[in-house]
């Protein structure tokens, strides 16, 4: 049986019982933590630390002397990354049971009437329309009759 003096957890001591009986958690919290060390402002040998003045110039002609003969630097670079560029004639809806009938010689209805512009496209985004025009002999074109005004920076 307990003594009704003895007190049964730290929150019923008194402070100084706290003081002298202690726990590992406040000798943790109480124990003197080391001061970070400075970054010294000068150089080991007590004097200010000088680096040297780089030659920008000289930098930029080595690194330019490693890039590919003809490759721009900055935007000028990626003017000659290729995209793909879809020209939609139209688009079609149908149940997969009517896709699975399509075989050789079916006729697919396009939402768009003979003679309306097509859409030029780039990563899915509408850039231009323009009219499907015969090129050469046995090729088509696209003849752009609009630059979509969104696409345009202003």
Known sequence: MD????????????????AET??????????????PEAIPDAAPDGKSAVFPQLDTEETL???????PEGAGTGINAMLNVG???????????????????????????????????????VSDRLIA?????KVGEDRLGVSLTQIVKDYVAD
Not at 3 to 18: G, Q, V
């Open 22 to 35: 202690g726990t590992a958690n406040d000798a943790k919290a109480e124990a003197p933590q080391p001061a």
């Open 3 to 18: 003594k009704p003096d003895t007190p049964k957890t730290d929150a019923d001591r008194t402070p100084d019982a706290k």
């Open 61 to 67: 002609n080595a690194l330019t002397a490693l890039q």
């Open 83 to 121: 995209l793909d560029v879809q020209i939609v004639l139209g688009q079609a809806r149908m149940p997969i049971s009517r896709l699975l009938e399509l075989t050789r010689g079916s006729i697919v209805e396009l939402n768009r009437k003979i003679g309306a512009p097509v859409d030029l496209m």
């Open 129 to 133: 329309r323009g009219d499907l025009v």
